[in-house]
């Protein structure tokens, strides 16, 4: 401020400097943009303020700050040694001690489970020989030996040019060609690469591209329609392990479910209207004039301790993308613990679900206004961190989903009561006025307190839908990187790549590995897709009808190859050159 105000008497006496210039640009950029900002219709001042200095977390210290002896019942459940986990403060790692902090950056080498491994013998010994030094003992071969960890930098879709020597008869003209190497195989591409790009754009957000202009610049190009064939063909080999998940996601326990938005270019203006008129559907076009937004819903699913992700882009809600789920759900099993947010969009249609609503979407409300409305806020957020708290020791102690509702219900239950009566009691009182932000809050909570508490009353049921909001990430990196996607075929592809994915990364198994072996034995995972999960397709590898010998490893499936169509792979080969 002391600048500004040197720069306008500067200005008033006309006296400026050389760097005033720059100065002036720059408050009158920001003007512009500021004015941008607040004539958008999206932009709300809570929006503003985190565009303008950052998003601050919503940690109730953080919202509201800590008082001294405030919650001292709950913080004490925490400390070593005093809390129901039982753990003494040696059995823990103090957060004063610097060596032991998160986030130096050291690995193991047992963290590179992805790396080749070479085992290096001694160049002169080996295990009974005697001792070169004292030479009376013997050497011994220990348990754990050296250890080198040494990281190269490559492109992520790597070439090879193989020149093969020909040579022709001065007399009869024969033209005798070498032979390839054992093991280079009929494709131009191999699986690998089809399971590299679909991981860089539908894992990490890396457009065609932007994909096409790093390869290029590091000498092996790709073009960016070649992608989307390579992409496109291996879809359509995982559809039958898709729809397996699909399946087994229909019989889970909880399924989790929300909505982001997304754009489909073929569903959007003018684009849409021709594709109205094209199909000459009447009912079409009614319903493109009720429905005009785009979503991405997610849903995931848990069953027998495995969680299943599934993605579905178009016109409609995450609640009718799970009504499509649950018609596939067995007759014998019962309803299924539901969690999402209060929107009726995300309820199924016709069909029976436990409805649990989400906790953190409750408690923000009261996050949003802790501002104005500090002293009853920092009671609320108190509150609700005695519940978090109880269900992270549940998670710690790996309570079964029965042991967890009774715990809940005897360590959590009382707050939640005491909670209740005083959400009552602030409109029975008048204490707080009901048109009011902090009134709106609280009504949220009493309107939907039943399903925002299922947890104190049916096992298994979640706290809050985070682990939904945290697989929609997905979706949202793909939007936020490429933006949009062409046609609803395009989506589909999206939506299938990004189930495995995110499905490997819940079960932990290596998304390119497993994208890599359905590529290869695309024919017998769409016989039997249950045999082809995240989770079980390594056993099935090791069986002996799937066991390939060395020299069949850089090969595709056979029948992976019979179900590509015919000439593709010349198509693809001259939009290389």
Known sequence: MDQLEDLLRRAEARQFRDEDYETIKALTESYVHFVHLVGAKETTIARLRKMLFGAS???TDAVVGSTAGSDASATSAEAPGSGPTGESPSETTTANDPAAGRGHGRNSADAYTGAETIEVSHESLQPGDPCPNCERGTVYDMRRGGVLVRITGRAPVGAKVYRLQKLRCNLCGKVFTAQAPEGVGEQKYDATVGSMIALLKYGSGMPFNRLEGLQGNLGIPLPASTQWDIVRDQARHLEPVYAELLRQAAGGDVVYNDDTGVKILELMGKRARQRTLAEGSVEGGAEAKQRT???????????????IAMFFSGRKHAGENLTDVLIQRPADLAPPIQMCDALSRNLPTELETIVANCLAHGRRQFVEVAERFPEECRHVLQSLA???????????RKLSPTARWEFHHAESGPTMQELHAWLTRQFEDRLVEPNSSLGGAIAYMLRHWEKLTLFLRVPGAPLDNNVCERALKKAI?????ALFYRSTNGAHVGDVFMSLIYTCELCGANPFDYLTELERHAGRSASSPRDWTPWNYRETLKGKEYAQTPSEEGHQDSRCCEKAPQGAGETQERRAD
Request: glycine content about 8%; hydrophobic content about 30%.
């Open 386 to 396: 005695v519940i978090y708290r109880n269900d992270a020791i549940a998670r710690k």
């Open 293 to 307: 937004g785009l979503f991405t819903s997610g849903i995931v699913s848990t069953r027998d301790g495995r969680r």
């Open 477 to 481: 990196l793909h939007r936020k990187n």
């Open 57 to 59: 977390t919503e940690k």
